[in-house]
């Protein structure tokens, strides 16, 4: 043993008890009763008794280094993996899921080989990839072959757009339900999945067309364009799409309204695996938010809705229709994501890796009386099973990855800009939060005690993943 976590309050697979969690090398050898275990002399024991030991949280949908445009037109990009994972470390995230894109005219090989570069050696986390498959043409025979070769070889989550998201991304991103259809079939014929951003681009862009010619173009109009109406018919167009397709799995990403909430509780009460996901500032946020000064900051893609909305939300993390919380991470400086004033122009995204962690458990364990258990399953267990990651990742047991975080109520505290590490704003300013990690563990390696990091930019792993054959049989969670 090199390092044994003692707490009263360790929260595993089988629920919530007072253990030792042995750790060797880069894994978890034993969860035990307290002083039930041999420890060697020189081993090293953390006692953290009336702290929370939980798995290293899990973000399965984060940008980094990503293409962002910018108000001028101009294409910049978002903060590199090192800087947003070593935040996430602050915050208890040990492992976060990014994207490769995909484009016209090259092949998957190519474009993961590319993206490997950006990241090996310059994450602090241990991190795995989507591919985004691009829209705008018909996508090309031979790349339904690249797809299930791409599965077999760890990389089996596809992202696909239903949209192109605004004016200016026309012809880029939304495929033709066709070749969703297609990319089903493989996925489904090779152990894949598809992740969704899915709204109805005939809605998105009627109303987008109406308010420019209305001259109602503020940004703080954005919900008007990215309406429940649309994730409504888009959400139950792509789950009767995938319903047509015997085995095919989806991921909705970043539902944002109860009409979304509604189609996938009812396809999942019909036994089809669809598993959702909404982000922290669509439960927190809503549209009256944009009137704030520098309302910019709490906007993604889709927009944020109503209270109605975000009590859908909820509701949908209590009775299984919401399976994981994630963050849409896109970093940049305040300077550009309040540079853009227009429906038009307006930066999606937000910084909240770092918070992510805390702010989830004081809204679900203290404010509304969540188990320990489902808050791990909302931030951390539930994306590891969803993605292919379990039980390496997302779980503390035996033979799992020793990626711990230590929560302390102790260092419950406003949450102010100053103190974090990924830009230079947050749109959780003036939070307050009942925890914050005390120590955060990667497999193994202590990488944050007591405020001070420890890490590596070298220390980060690319995590190839298989999806688990009851995640693809049905909603098992």
Known sequence: MDLVVRSDKVVTPSGVGHLDVAIAGEKIVAVAAPNSLTIPSGTRVVDA???????????????????????????????????????ALYGGTTTMVDFTGWEHGTTIPECLEKRKKDWDGKCFTDYAFHIRLAGGKPLPPDLYDQIAQAIKDGFPTFKMFTTDITPSRRGRLMLRFGDIWEVFKTLAANGGLAVIHAEDDDIVMHMYEKMIREGRVAFEHLAEAHNTLSEDLSFRRVIKLAGEVPGAVIYMMHVSADAGVQAIREARAKGQPVYGETLHQYMLYTSEDYKRPNGQIFHTYPSLKSKKDTDSLWQGTTD???????????????????????ITDTVGGN?????RVALMYTEMVEKRGYSLSRFVELISTNAARIMGLYPRKGAIASGSDADLTILDPAL???????????TDYTPWEGHQVGVWPKMTILRGKIVVEDGTFKGSESDGKLIKRRIASDILSGPSL
Do not use: Y
Not at 56 to 71: A, E, F, Q, R
Not at 323 to 330: G, L, P
């Open 320 to 342: 299984g229709t919401i399976n994981t919380v994630a963050t849409d991470e896109i970093c940049c400086s305040l300077a550009i994501k309040v540079a853009g004033k227009l």
């Open 412 to 422: 419950r505290r406003t949450i102010r800009k100053e103190d974090l590490h990924e």
């Open 351 to 355: 910084a909240g890796v770092e918070p």
């Open 49 to 87: 008794v009336g702290k929370i030991v939980i798995p290293g949280g899990i973000d399965p949908h984060v940008h980094c280094l990503w293409p962002n445009p910018n108000p001028d037109g101009s294409v910049g990009f978002t903060a590199p993996p090192a800087q947003v994972s070593r935040a």
